[in-house]
């Protein structure tokens, strides 16, 4: 019998061992054993027995379930205390932000340091970051999740038209080129939208278009769960799409840009305020609380796009993210007065939904995370952790003791 290509039982175990990983994860390590085992339509000897094999390679950490219960404690399994750990980074056009994250999800904060828009300042020091806590975390770190507010070239090269960033070597800036822990950079908008799609409101979704506004607008479309990634890895830009009805010379090399009229940046430019180069979110933020017609403005020209992109790829739902969330708080009725007369008479009958994601500014960095987990949670992934960590099985000390200690610099016990 052959089961997703598995022909021993051998090849079957490790698949249903990935299988199980894959469902706590994707869960946030919350259900139970026995609710995972009929998800999975495993027999409850063989959830034992990978239960009890993923503990001792240190992969699954079973603990009682919250609440009273009678008889047997239920148990959770979730991340063991000397688990697989990934380091992820949400790099903004004025800040990054660095946090380990553990299987199912859970995120520690390591850091968060402003830059001055050059590659050498927002990428130096968050390499020096990364390459701190690398040692800290031993072999337990599985690898490096990289948002960039930029298209990310095959390679790792990010260009980012309103820093003035060109062919930006991110992994060699990083000091990760050729190193292990693998590295895994990618656009912050389809990472942020890979996010909503395993934990967010694109989520079964089988077309979705996300949005993401921040500096300025970056968009994708979603299938089955996927950002579509175009032939060199640069498809989620429809933000330098000519679909706002602005004919401004963008940053990018196009005129046009859809971007140009939606974010920070058009929020400060509509007021007469200094904006490029990633200065002026206080000042932006301040406007979008304060200026109806500024905000009113972005609506109108978020709305506008969103007619268009719906009448091209006919999605289900559009997830705005970022500031997008605060446009359609703020300006919802300018917004669907914009996309409406521009929808298509058959998408006019049944519009998709509008909706703000449920991750907030956290999504990209989330993004970041489920790629390094993706790559990890593997037969491969899981056979090479097995080899680098033999002898796993001793006493299990607190978990969070044990994150918090590592993550500090001490030694784990």
């Known amino acids: 019998m052959i089961v997703n290509g598995a022909t021993t039982s051998g090849e079957l175990r ?39 094999g993923l503990a001792e390679d240190a992969l699954l950490h079973e603990e009682p379930a919250p609440g009273p219960a009678r008889g047997r404690p239920t ?9 697989p750990v990934a380091l992820a980074a949400d790099i903004r056009e004025d800040a990054w932000e660095l946090a380990a994250c ?133 498809g989620a830009e429809f933000g330098h799409m000519p679909l706002g009805g602005s004919t401004r010379r963008c940053p990018c090399g196009a005129a046009g840009c859809w971007a140009m009229d939606v974010g920070a940046n058009a929020l ?12 002026g979110r206080a000042q932006a933020e301040r406007v979008l609380a304060t200026s109806e017609e500024a905000v009113t403005a972005n609506a109108t020209a978020l709305g506008r796009g ?12 559009v997830i705005l993210s970022g500031h997008g969330v605060e446009l359609r708080e703020r300006a919802a009725g300018a917004l669907m007065a914009a996309c409406g007369p521009g929808l298509m008479a058959i998408r006019r009958d049944h519009p998709p939904r509008i909706e703000a994601s449920a991750l907030g500014w956290r999504g990209s960095l989330l993004g970041a995370m489920e790629s390094v987990f993706d790559a990890f949670l593997t037969t491969e992934g899981l056979e090479l952790w097995r080899k680098n960590h033999p002898d796993q099985a001793r006493d299990t000390p607190d978990r969070q003791s044990v994150m918090h200690s590592t993550l500090a610099g001490e030694s784990a016990p």
């Open 14 to 52: 490790a698949h249903n061992r990935v299988r199980l990983l894959r469902a706590v994860h994707d869960c946030g390590a919350t259900r139970t054993r026995s609710q995972l085992t009929r998800e999975l339509k495993l027999a409850r000897g063989t959830a034992s027995v990978l239960v009890a």
């Open 306 to 317: 969103i007619a268009a992109l719906v009448n091209a790829h006919d999605p289900e739902v």
């Open 75 to 83: 148990q959770v399994p979730g991340p063991h205390p000397r688990g």
């Open 102 to 234: 553990e299987l199912g999800g859970r995120v520690t904060v390591l850091g968060v340091r402003p830059h001055d828009g050059t590659p050498q300042d927002a990428l130096g020091p968050l390499g020096e970051a990364v390459a701190g806590h690398a040692r800290r975390l031993g072999p337990r770190l599985i690898g490096v999740g990289v948002a960039l507010a930029g298209p990310i070239r095959h390679g790792g090269l990010v260009d980012i038209g309103h820093l003035g960033w060109r062919s930006v070597d991110v992994p060699a800036l990083l000091g990760l080129a050729d190193a292990e822990p693998p590295l895994a950079v990618g656009n912050d908008t389809a990472l942020a939208a890979l996010a909503e799609a395993r934990r967010g409101r694109l989520r079964g979704v089988r077309v979705g278009v996300h949005l993401h506004v921040d500096f300025d607008l970056g968009g994708v479309l979603v299938l089955d769960g996927r950002a579509v990634p175009g032939a060199s890895g640069t």
């Open 268 to 279: 400060l430019r509509h007021v007469g305020l200094a904006y490029g180069g990633g200065r």
